[in-house]
Each structure stands twice: as C-alpha cells, then as structure tokens.
C-alpha cells in the first residue's frame, strides 16, 4: 500500500520569502502525485499533478513541484509567497489500481507580513 | 473555481433527524466520493461510486447512505448520527480509467454539526 510523510506540520514564512514544502511517498511502482491546497473553511484545491514525463511540474498559483525517484520525493515550492498562499497544504500519492488516494497530514503555511 | 458543487455549506442537525448532503458535477466525471475531514486531519475516504454503482464503502456506520442517482449527482443521507460524526463533508469525482490517473476534484464541502 501506498503512503506519504508529509515531515513539516507547521512553516512560517515572510511574505516575499519563498517556500518549500516537503512530501515523501512509499509506493513500489510508478506513482501519481498530488498536491492540494486548503484555505480556511474551504474544500481542496487541485494545484499539480505528477503522472510521467518531465519531472519539473508547474500548476497553479505560481507552484512548482519536482518528482525525484530516487529520494521518493515530490516537493512543493514557491519563489516569492503572497499573504493569501497561508493555508493548508497536503500532498497526496495515487494509483493506477483504484480510487483510493493516500494524504500527508498535511503542512500548515502562516505567512507574516 | 471548483466545478463539484455541494449543498448545503452549513446543516446543524440533531441525533434524531433524517437529513441529507447533495453533491452535483457536470465534468463528465463518471466517479463519485465522499470524503469526511475532521479539523487539521486529511480528508478520509467514505464512499466511491463508479458508474452510478457503489464501488468501495470504507466500512462507514449504516447511519450515513450514499446514493448516486446518475452520473451527475451524489447525495449522502443521514439518520442517528452522533456528535463525533460533526465534520466537514467534501464531495469528490474524477474520470475513470489508468490513462487519467484518477485526478480527484473536490467540492467546498457541507460543514455538518451535530447537536
């Protein structure tokens, strides 16, 4: 079974700075990534997916995220963070077997001005 | 910009009450999820339907009931629930198939308390 260890439960980071959020997964083929973001009382949003190809995956908001095999990892990052990026944020590892994805725990981003 | 739309946003309810969670995505996605999220947690899965059949109940208490009835909609009805049952309830679909990779799409979810 798949799982992912999300190491950083809480990052503060300084508007402007940037950001990197860490995910690890454990999963014995060829995965399929996720990260979502959640902002206060809202549902999750879809910022990247990782299935093949390139592994430097760009999405939404300005986020990027690199897939390296070797270290079973699949990091998040931002160049220069915006005060409305403070939200929660979970990576998640799939399959091409069924409809189950596996979450982090999750990483919560404050941002101070 | 989510494209899964759930009704209600809020519902408090109390333990004897019968009420229910409705779910609608107009994606062509032919899989449906429910999904609960407790403060601070990750979403856990409850239900997943595939073409209108339910296809894995993460073995949830009898008192939640999904019904998918097409491919459109999803609703969960409640009965008897308990305050621990109070939590964020988020809808969910993606297409079906390996080549897609089952990219999920979720809702801005019901919140639910029970009182």
């Known amino acids: 079974a798949q799982s992912v260890t999300q190491p950083d439960i809480h990052i503060t980071v300084s508007e402007g700075a940037s950001l990197e959020l860490r995910c690890n997964y454990s999963y014995g083929a060829t995965p399929y990534l996720f990260w979502y973001v959640q902002s206060p009382g809202q549902g999750l949003q879809l910022l990247l997916k990782y299935f093949s190809g390139d592994t430097l995956v760009q999405g939404i908001k300005g986020f990027e995220a690199e897939f390296k095999r070797s270290q079973s990892s699949f990091n998040l990052r931002k160049p220069s963070v915006h005060w409305s990026d403070a939200a929660e944020y979970f990576c998640a590892v799939g399959t091409s077997n069924d409809y189950k994805l596996s979450f982090g725990a999750g990483t919560t981003v404050t941002v101070r001005a | ?115």
């Open chain 2, 1 to 115: 910009d989510t494209e899964v739309t759930q009704t209600p946003k809020h519902l408090v309810m109390g333990m004897t009450n019968k009420k229910s969670l409705k779910c609608e995505q107009h994606m062509g996605h032919r899989a449906m999820y429910w999904y609960k999220q407790k403060a601070k947690k990750p979403p856990e899965l409850m239900f997943v339907y595939s073409y209108e059949k339910l296809s894995i109940n993460e073995s949830v208490p009898s008192r939640f009931s999904p019904e998918c009835p097409n491919s459109s909609l999803l609703n969960l009805h409640l009965h008897a629930l308990q305050p621990e049952d109070s939590a964020l309830y988020l809808c969910a679909s993606s297409q079906v198939g390996r080549v897609f990779g089952n990219t999920i799409y979720f809702g801005e979810g019901s919140w639910l308390t029970v009182v």
